[in-house]
């Protein structure tokens, strides 16, 4: 179904989770009315990072706005149906706070997370730094030889149903009148230093007075069309789901093991994943998968770290994409110094659907009211990609 108009207050490019949230939270924003118009290639979102995520959500950072970000994911996901205007269509969401396990094997990592303990604290985030005595004593089933201590939390983090979040935030930015077109921008018009309009491959020529780049690991290519540049480049990442033949007695916190590694409780399944051990750019449609991974890298590291993980049965596995940030694996956010009209949500390097709630957000509030009121997304601006400066993060998995 072709769009309604030939011109929008605003065009979105991608209708996967930013764009959709970006969507839905301008209909939120007192007095802005203007048109919105969200353009997806894909309506089945095959291959959006939001359909291969492992919907997990951390408030160990070490960066403090990356914290207040995930705190506010965290509240919006207890709430969404409040969130949502108490809907009787919209189903709750339920955060499965089984927490992260973050651990270390060196003194000066050990070291790193007692830093980000105190910040997350500070914030009121309920990360405790546990010896690897205390580990054992909580969770006797790891084999903790080589692990000096780790950062726990067992207080608004774990993980939730990501795609029902997605959902409803399509459904609930289309109901409020938000459109939606399967279609895809293929030029964006600049005239100096102002976007004002897109050519979709219908061959529909929009005029806007916003673009927001929701493109996911296409977002690269959607700023070159408007003549700019990010460093956002598509990696493979690998989920795994497995039965062990001896179930562990007590829920599995989502474990990042020294390796890479991570793996946590999955309903009856457990849940593994990471990257592979060569990690460059991958093209797009690249969704191949080693096979050998499995049994060479992960199955290993599994049942070193959980003895009793040493019998399991692979069950299902996929790969899917980061929108990777090559220059530090944090977020885009905001407009281009120069060009005002072009906002950036890019390059989330893994963290995106636990911080779409709040980036959403914010982007929504910076195109309504040309500020942000509720977080202050300025660090995460464009301004740094551009001198080369990176966003320091050193809880990056």
Known sequence: MAQQHKSYDVVIVGGAIYGSSVAWWLTQMAGFDGRVLVVEKDPTYEFAGTSHTNSCIRQQFSNKINVSVSQFGAEFIKNFQSF???????????????GYMYMADTPEFAETLRESQEVQAELGAGTKFMTAKDIAADYPFYMLDDIIGANHNLKDEGYFDGGT??????RMARKNGAEYVADEVIAIARSGNQITGVTLRSGDDITCGTVVNASGTRGALTAQMAGLDIPIEPRKRYTYIFDAAHPLDRDLPLTIDPSGVHMRTDGRYYLAGGPPDEDPAVGLADFNADHGLWENKFWPVIATRIPQFEKIKLINMWVGHYDYNTLDQNAIVGPHPEVSNFMFLNGFSGHGLQQSPALGRGMAERIAYGEYRSLDLTPFYVDRVLRGEKFLEKAVI
Not at 165 to 170: I, N, T
């Open 165 to 170: 979040m997605f959902d409803w935030f399509k």
């Open 84 to 98: 949502m205007g108490n809907d009787p269509e919209v189903p709750p969401l339920t955060l499965q706070s089984y």
